[in-house]
C-alpha cells in the first residue's frame, strides 16, 4: 500500500493526467488525495506503471469527490487499471451493484463476469467497497492467472 498524506482542497488544481515520469508522479498524486492510494505491491512480469490520473474536489469544477486512476501496461499492450474514488452515494450507477460476489481475503469483491476488451481478449473486473469507505475497481487481463492474488494481495499487505 501507498501512503497518502491528508490535503484537501481547492489550492490543487481539478485535474491532472500524467505519463511522462508516471512512478515519480504517483508521489504527487498521493499528496493529493485524501485516501491511502492502494495499489500492486508487485505486478505480473513486464508490467510497468503507464499512467497516473486524478481529480480532486473543486468549488469551481464542482468536482465533490477524489478519483485516481492507474494504468500499467506491458509491452504486448496488456493493461491493468487500479480505479480508486471516495465517492460516497453512487446512485444507480454503483459499481457494486452488478456481477458476483467473491471473497478474496478479508474483503468482500464483486466481479464482473469476463466480456471482450481490446485485442479480443476477455478482461476481468474486481471491485469493493473498502473499510475507509473508497471503492476500488481493478480490471485487467482475465486469462492472467496473476490477477486474483493480485486483488487478493492489493488490500491484504
Known sequence: MWGAAVIRAETIADSRRLSVDAPALLVTAAVAVPFDIVGPTELPIGYELENVEWTVPSRISGQTASTLDLWYSDAGGNRIHVWQTDVKAFGD?????????LRLGSVDWRVVDPWLGPQGKQIAVFTARLNDGTTISIDGPFESTYMYGMVEALVTE
Open 93 to 101: 450507477t454503483d459499481p457494486l451493484a452488478g456481477g458476483r460476489a
